[in-house]
């Protein structure tokens, strides 16, 4: 059990940084370094927007601030949830926040459990609501230490975050280690926060939310930023437990107001007239890339572990550990922007995290694979 | 001074149960609750969302934290301030949270000052934030007690929240009024916070920006909610002084990611794009209304404080406070919608607020001179 803060400078984050860096090399660089899909929004989506553009000037008022209703109920119809445990959220980032403030502010401790590796904006997240971040190292395969987990946890833990299938390791984690996480909230009265914001991009077939797991200290927590490559419309929505929802919404309402609605609108109808081969062709469009990447990786003598979910993969090579110098040395010698490892916490800061959401992730593949081959 | 918590309960705030009670009433009643404008968008607001529906995808992906450089750019060279000092938000709502978060996370006191009257959202935040709300009432025209404020005023103070042109009570504060509120937070290492989302909605050619009053302990929200009468959009900012607009950068982040895209991209077309007159056309049609509805105040015998600013217009009626009981009786026997005086406080609590953001004012006001008069 670690008890460290991962780099994270939220004025400037660090893929700002490598991201100006690699901009800036004298050559032509491939970045695998941002988590924005590539790929084509649905056409309904923007059929959505194109409409909405010219509706009634009161469309173009307040939505509900829980979100628009026939958002809520297409929503909780598809979860098979209630409609009133549905808060529409400004992305998945609100939707945590909401969801990490609620655990923290139930007098029930301070302490918030974390993976190492961690998606950083929950330690920050964690910091700036009073929180204390601990963090426990994963299993080799990327999926949480249960046993750690259970070890660590106190009376001190108000929240245990876990991200599935996750964001940097692309484990997907099986039921058991789900309900074993939820299990231990309930036992500490902690609220576990499953964040499914990559739930589209299971490649293993193993994932189930963990909506699946009733209990009054689950929630769920995702968007659709990801799913239909919109990552700038901000929609992403919570499911609280009832006797927690209406203290969410009162704090979405003061922080604001409500989301905004042009996006909802869209949004709505991308999720009504999408067929799911829309999904479908992106999951093949990244298992090709996994494909063609795993494959270079092998020719490089790379270590890594083949994700089951997300679109990101963990590498290690021999003698080159994850650094940000390293990290900017690739882009200079090879071409390639990746993540340096030690930005996602201590457990993997000898690897370099790349994401896969992007056209050139073969031609990448190539060049790692001249570069350390 | 008062040290009072208005009538606010957030799961189901006042105007929406008192708009509940209007649409299941036995007759034709007029909304005179809400504040949303009733009036059409620039046609550019509309002509920017159509051609964004069909960007490339890219464009569809996360905007900059602190929101597109373009309308940052735009905002900063319309208000003269540094690029670097705007702050997008999702609309007025997250620039006051932003705003009174920093104010309060100085170590430099928990009480926020607020005004009595008050829109009920301050105190609702000041709380959530950890803050104690104390109330000093305004004065007779609805402007603040400056001397009151000053009384009031401690070490303890963390924040003063200003709201001019004011919701509820019309009035738009003097420079002298705003710069004696900058003093009184520079004196107790307070922050102001103007909240100026009224701004083009002044009747009076006395409204002055806080922008013009240079200080490190001054922050001026406002959005594009009310003078583009898009409220569900969620576009708004705040403008930081320098020494603070990075940790207020590090909060937005940390809560929201971003604001959505559509809607910002939409806004800088309207910004750019749209002529004065499309302003001056609001504001005559409010002077219009308030003409109506002040004559049919007279009318019916009625106490009232003509606006200045904004679009709500306070009034007290003999023998009629403004209670809850009394806004129903209202709807039942006038066919008027309005809302309670003691929504925002002590200081109207005999009073009603009437919001003039229907093409039915004059019908409203004719309704209340019959009933009253």
């Known amino acids: 059990m670690l008890s460290v803060d991962p780099h994270m400078d939220y004025d400037e984050p660090l893929f700002f940084q490598v991201m100006k860096y690699a901009a800036r090399a004298d050559r032509d660089v491939v970045d695998m370094v941002s988590g924005n899909p590539d790929w084509e929004p649905p056409e309904a989506l ?34 098979n949830v209630d409609v009133s445990q549905v ?17 923290l502010e139930r007098d029930a401790g301070s302490e918030v459990l974390l993976t190492d590796p961690v998606y950083p904006y929950y330690p920050g997240k964690a910091k ?7 963090f426990v190292a994963v299993d080799r395969d990327g999926s949480p230490d ?33 309900a074993a996480l939820v299990e231990i909230a309930e036992e500490h009265d902690a609220l576990l926060v499953a964040d499914e914001v990559y739930d589209h991009f299971d490649f293993s ?16 927590t995702t968007a659709f930023s990801k799913s239909m490559a919109i990552t700038g419309f901000r929609v992403g929505y919570a499911v609280f437990p ?44 990244l298992t090709d890339r996994i494909d063609a990447f795993t494959d270079a990786l092998d020719a490089a003598g790379a270590e890594y572990e083949r994700p089951d979910g997300a679109f990101y993969v963990m590498a290690r090579f021999e003698g080159f550990p994850g650094t940000l110098d390293n990290v900017e040395r690739l882009i200079d010698e090879a071409g390639v922007a990746g993540m340096p490892g ?26 790692l694979a001249d570069y350390f081959g």
Chains 1, 2 share one sequence.
């Not at 700036?128 to 971040?133: E, I, K, Y």
């Not at 030690?342 to 190539?366: C, I, K, M, Q, S």
């Open 342 to 367: 030690d930005a996602f916490g201590e457990r993997y800061d000898d690897w370099l995290r790349f994401a896969l959401v992007t056209p050139r992730a073969t031609e990448a593949a190539d060049r």
């Open 46 to 79: 923007r059929r959505g927007l194109r409409e909405y553009a010219d509706a009634d000037a009161d469309q173009f008022q307040y939505p509900a601030s829980e979100g628009l209703r026939a958002l809520r109920e297409e929503i909780a119809a598809r979860r």
């Open 87 to 103: 808060v529409v959220t400004n992305g998945a980032g609100e939707a945590n926040y909401l969801a990490m403030a609620r655990a």
């Open 242 to 285: 009832e006797s927690l929802v209406d203290a969410a919404k009162t704090r979405h309402m003061l922080v604001n107001v409500a989301g905004s609605r042009p996006a909802q609108v869209a949004v709505l109808e991308a999720l009504r007239e999408t067929d799911p081969a829309y999904y479908e062709a992106t999951r093949e469009l």
């Open 128 to 134: 700036m609501l009073g929180g204390d971040a601990t």
């Open 146 to 178: 249960v046993a750690a987990m259970r070890e660590a946890a106190s009376e001190e833990t108000a929240c245990i975050v876990a991200n599935t299938p996750n964001n940097p390791t692309g484990a997907v984690y099986s039921r058991e280690t789900m």
């Open 205 to 220: 077939g193993r994932f189930e939310s963990a909506l699946t797991i009733d209990s009054e200290h689950r929630v769920v």
